[in-house]
């Protein structure tokens, strides 16, 4: 069995978003949440790395590389905190948060 790795308690708001991706590093929406899941988009012809402002194209900077289609859940408490970045422009992000 999979740990369930949202909270168990009912969310009081649910918030999403989109963000292109370019071959700079670029936060998410500064918002104060509890937990966030972000997607590469399925179309994405190139992979994005997901991480702290200092995330590289390279994956050198740290973070962690989304494929097409790829995506991952965090605890984080602002979704500024994530910086995406990929090593050219065309690929994008979809994100959904639970606001505080």
Do not use: C
Not at 70 to 83: F, G, M, Q, T, Y
């Amino acid at each position: 069995m999979v740990p369930f790795l949202f909270s168990t308690y009912p969310a009081d708001q649910i918030v999403s978003g989109q963000q292109a991706v370019t071959a700079s590093a670029v936060p998410l929406q500064d918002i104060s949440i509890r937990w966030i899941a972000v997607k590469a988009h399925d179309g994405n012809a190139i992979p994005v790395y997901l991480g702290g402002d200092a995330v590289t194209a390279s994956g050198a900077g740290g973070g962690i590389e989304l494929g097409p289609g790829d995506s991952v859940s965090l605890h984080v408490r602002n979704a500024s905190a994530l910086s995406v970045i990929a090593s050219t422009t065309g690929a994008s992000v979809s994100w959904i948060a639970e606001v505080l």
